[in-house]
């Protein structure tokens, strides 16, 4: 596909000024990765808190993936809301649900009994969930915004770096809070360990959403915004559709095959300890090790997003993350041995990276920049929400996949790993082929040529703005004086 030259603008205002609104959009992310991170020490410390009461109670099943199906519905209702009624409004509303919920979650109590407190904090988790859905549409999409007044050759990066990167830093500290606790209470007072684990979740939107207060609308939105017009989905659908679609599939790929990716990780933990029988210090620890994995994917691989492009950036990533994940595959049975630990953690570091650099990195920016401002929430909504369903069709499918090799283990480990790396190659396939270029300023270029095709149309895209109602009264009353003068 050719890729055209853009004409590149520059920043409007200092730095300083202009990064404000790019972090205070981008970085409530970090929530996401700590709040989803955090719940699998809390799952591990409850299992040991309350033994038989946890393993037959709904919270067992439900606890750990209910914030994946709130984030969903999050992801589609601040879509929505992001487009019509304010991207500031929105991100500072699914702040707020964020920090009560995360705060029920940490006192969750209900009488004394256990089994009752352990369903209200299964709910209270699906409500956190639509909090951290919101950050997706209402954030990222006014973070990538706002980077069109930062510095040419410079606003994907920050994009990543106040998005993806701020995911995987939240993963990173959601493991290692968890272990301080821990060590803390020298591994007891178990209540104490995941209350307080939960409740840390409180402090960073906390502040964030000080921050967020003072927030304008992206310039962006101030001039294409759809609040005060009738959007036009059939012409949306006509216009953006395929690729729509193209790039929900990419992000569906993308988190399908992440829950395999895990299954090695595990492999690494069981190799180093007994993971029955090991203190909470040590398992979070590891835990911790384990995430930090994604670091430095996501950092390095920033400024590639500029250098090449986001999509040769993720199209790179992800079929170099498939070779070494079919290498991994093929010599499982000689990495899985006790005496290979260091070997594979080295190789399962690169191949964690490579996801991070690539996939992880640019198809939530790849969603942000591919359509125009005024259906921009909804259509980045809708793909994030594809993208999550992925991941628990992926908890879904692969215990199938894992049965389908029988008593062997090596098999078990391998055949996940054979599916989701040939998944790896075939998105990257797709966003190569697919999808349009991607520059410095796709983002106002996209917004002209939606608009131009509204207007090919028949739509009147003077309704287009948050000043909407003044520019159409200004132009009536100047075709009224001129046609009294005539």
């Known amino acids: ?72 519905v999050g992801q589609l209702a601040f879509g929505y809301l992001s487009d019509t009624w304010s991207r500031t409004n929105s991100l500072i509303l699914s702040t707020i ?15 004394g009994d256990p089994r009752k407190m352990l369903d209200i904090l299964t709910a209270w988790r699906f409500f956190v969930g639509i909090g951290i ?12 915004e706002s980077t069109g007044e930062l510095k040419s050759g410079t606003r994907n990066t920050w994009f990543i770096l106040f998005t993806n990167t ?35 979740g409180v402090v960073f939107p906390l502040a964030l959403l000080i921050l967020r207060f003072f927030l304008k609308e992206p310039e962006e939105f101030q001039k294409h915004s759809m609040k005060y017009a009738k959007t036009p989905y059939r012409l949306v659908f006509q216009y953006y559709g395929f690729r729509l679609f193209i790039v929900s599939l990419i992000w569906f790929i993308y988190d399908f095959s992440a829950y395999s990716f895990g299954i090695y990780s595990s492999t690494i933990l069981a190799n180093i300890f007994d993971t029955d029988t090991a ?89 942000a920049k591919t359509c125009a401002t005024g259906v921009r929430g909804q259509y980045y909504g809708l793909a994030a929400a594809v993208g999550k369903t992925g991941a628990f069709v992926g908890t879904l499918v692969f215990p199938y996949i894992i049965a389908a090799a029988g008593d062997s283990a090596t098999l078990s480990a391998q055949y ?59 132009e009536a009353r100047v075709g009224a004086a001129g046609a009294e003068k005539r």
């Open 166 to 200: 701020m995911i995987d830093w939240g993963f990173v500290i959601g493991a290692f809070v968890p272990y301080v606790v821990a060590a803390a209470c020298n591994n007891r007072h178990y209540d104490t360990i995941w209350r307080t684990s939960l409740g840390i």
């Open 416 to 474: 996940p790993f054979w599916v989701s790396s040939s998944l790896c190659v075939v998105s990257a396939v797709l966003v190569v082929v697919a999808l349009p270029h991607i520059g410095q300023d796709t983002i106002a270029l996209e917004d002209e040529r939606f608009r131009a095709y509204l207007e090919e149309n028949g739509y009147d895209t003077r309704q287009l703005g948050l000043r909407k109602g003044e520019v159409l009264d200004t």
């Open 279 to 367: 203190p909470l210090t040590t398992i979070f620890g590891w835990n911790t090790v384990i995430n930090l994995f994604y670091i430095p994917g996501t950092m390095l691989g920033a400024p590639l997003s500029d250098l090449i492009g986001p999509r040769y950036a993720l199209a790179g990533g992800v079929t170099a993350q498939a070779v070494v994940g079919f290498i991994m595959a093929a010599n499982y049975n000689r990495l899985a041995q006790p005496g290979m630990v260091g070997a594979f953690a080295v190789v399962y570091g690169i191949f964690q990276s490579l996801g991070e650099a690539g996939p992880g990195n640019n198809i939530g920016l790849i969603a």
């Open 1 to 72: 596909m050719d890729e055209p030259q853009e004409e590149e603008g520059e920043p409007s205002r200092p730095f300083r000024e202009a990064i404000l609104p790019v972090m205070a959009c981008g970085a409530g992310l970090f929530s996401d990765g700590y709040i989803n991170n955090v719940i699998g020490s809390v799952v591990t410390i409850l299992a040991l808190q309350y033994g038989d009461v946890w393993r037959s109670s709904n919270a067992k099943h439900y606890l750990g993936d209910i914030a994946f199906a709130g984030t969903v």
């Open 133 to 144: 859905g919101g950050e997706y549409p209402a954030g990222s999409v006014g973070c990538a």
């Open 97 to 111: 649900i964020l920090i009560i919920f995360t705060a029920l979650t940490a006192g969750s109590y209900y009488h």
